[in-house]
């Protein structure tokens, strides 16, 4: 079992589809992230989420909503997408860097393709 | 805020090469540094994390240096495989334990 799971792997929607991405963490960490990686970018951060409060929003617009019920499961809900919106997103979990090392360990990234 | 260039952008080279990958960031003030490799389509696995503090970090064939106050990092692959194509990706986190902050990556192919 991977300590950073991401479900599913791939998607494929509507712009008028609703749907969510999941990541599970079996790391016991208390910080999450997601992640968007487009073609020819670096990743960009959208949201992290520490303790399960969110602590950062990276102005990321409001057709992704997140949501952290506790410290070991994060959702990506999303939509009303668009097509620039297709890309690699992906789920990382640390310790909080101000109580350990805040090392990230990413999951292995949802692919959504918006059409 | 914090800005990394990866260079060289992209590299190949014969197998059993020693190789230098290079990472600069423009804000020296960092609460440690990440190198990550990523094969295509899959997620980022970390390789080794060096503290502020430290200069430099081993890991098998790796050895990752920092210089904070020029705001560089160097990560260095021995002995150069195959296997170890992939993107290597480096990742400062600023020094309020904050947000990582990524570079483009360097693109490695190894040929046989």
């Known amino acids: 079992e991977t300590g950073v799971t991401q479900t599913p792997r791939h998607l494929v929607m509507g712009m008028t589809n609703k749907k969510s991405l999941k990541c599970e963490q079996h790391?016991?960490?208390?910080?999450m992230y997601w992640y968007k990686q487009s073609a020819k970018k670096p990743l960009e951060l959208m949201f992290v989420y520490n303790f399960k409060e969110q602590t950062e929003n990276n102005s990321v617009p409001s057709r992704f909503s997140p949501e952290c019920p506790n410290s070991s499961h994060l959702f990506l809900h999303l939509h009303t997408l668009q097509p620039e919106d297709s890309a690699l997103y992906l789920c990382?979990?640390?310790?909080?860097?101000?109580?350990?090392?805040?090392?990230?360990?990413f999951g292995e990234g949802s692919r959504l393709t918006v059409l | 805020k914090q800005e990394v260039t990866q260079i060289p952008a992209a590299l190949s080279v014969p197998e059993g090469e020693n190789l230098v990958l290079n990472c600069s960031f423009t804000d020296s003030a960092i609460y440690n540094l990440q190198w990550f490799r990523q094969d295509p389509g899959k997620g980022l696995t970390s390789l080794l994390l060096i503290q502020s503090s430290q200069r430099e970090q081993t890991s098998g064939r790796l050895n990752a240096s920092l210089d904070k106050s020029s705001g560089r990092s160097t990560l260095y692959i021995a002995a150069s495989q195959p296997g170890d194509s992939a993107t290597y990706l480096c990742?400062?986190?600023?020094?309020?334990?904050?947000?990582?902050?990524f570079g483009e990556g360097t693109q490695l192919t190894v040929n046989p």
């Open positions: 990742a400062p986190r600023g020094a309020s334990g904050s947000r990582l902050t």
């Open positions: 790391l016991g960490h208390n910080a």
């Open positions: 990382a979990s640390s310790l909080n860097p101000r109580g350990g090392t805040g090392e990230l360990f």
